[in-house]
Every structure is written in C-alpha cells, then in structure tokens.
C-alpha cells in the first residue's frame, strides 16, 4: 500500500510560483504512476499531471501545459509539481495519487477511476 501527503500549497498572487510535493510511504511507489488532481468548490475533481514509473513520460491537462511540471525523486519516494505563472483560476485543492497497478513503466493513467490511493490534499489559493 501506498500512504500519500502533499504539502507546499498556499495563498499566492496571480503570477507567482508555488512548488507542491507529495511524499509516499510504502513499498510500491517506485513501481506507482503518480498523478496530480484538483479539484475547485462545486467542481468535479479533474486530472492537472501525471508521470510514469520511471519519469520518462508526462502529460498535463490542457489548462496548465506549459506552466507546470510534474517531476518525481524515485530514491526519495516523492512527486512534485512545479506551478508558475498561476492563474486565480488554479485555486483548488490539490492531491496527489498512486496507480499502483500498472505492469507498463511507460504508462500515463489520466482518469480519477485508475488511481487507487490518495492524499489528503493541500490548498492552493491564488488572487488577482
């Protein structure tokens, strides 16, 4: 199993930066695809990145491709999330999840269904 803890969120302005990490306990993150989501008050938890096992591929939602960078320290059991250039629109609540059951390193899983574990979640609030 894996245990999942973001951190790094906060109250920032509109083009600021902010770097999300989100340290895993277990014995399969190495072997997890890890993904970041968001999800805004009265919206639907919708898909931000998600990087392979080994971090060789990516792949981002449509609203932050260019901004943000998903990177993962697989020695250090973690992911990040590099945001620039945020947006009052990025305000959410941001989490972070495991798709431990990918046989393929190369594989981006995008959908909320194909995670299986998650963290509690760190705000991020940027104003105009």
């Known amino acids: 199993q894996v245990q999942l803890v973001e951190s790094g969120g906060g109250l920032v302005q509109a083009g600021d930066s902010l770097r999300l990490s989100c340290a895993a306990s277990?014995?399969?993150?190495?072997?997890?695809?890890m993904g970041w989501f968001r999800q805004a008050p009265g919206k639907e938890r919708e898909f931000v990145a998600a990087?392979?096992?080994?971090?060789?591929?990516?792949d981002y939602a449509d609203s932050v491709k260019g901004r943000f960078t998903i990177s993962r320290d697989n020695t250090e059991n973690t992911v990040y999330l590099q945001m620039n250039s945020l947006k009052p629109e990025d305000t959410a609540v941001y989490y972070c999840?495991?798709?431990?059951?990918?046989?393929?390193?190369?594989?981006?899983?995008?959908?909320?269904?194909?995670?299986?574990?998650w963290g509690q979640g760190t705000q991020v609030t940027v104003s105009s």
């Open positions: 277990g014995r399969t993150f190495s072997r997890s695809i």
């Open positions: 990087i392979s096992r080994n971090g060789g591929r990516t």
């Open positions: 999840a495991a798709d431990v059951n990918s046989p393929f390193a190369w594989q981006i899983t995008r959908t909320t269904n194909g995670y299986d574990y």
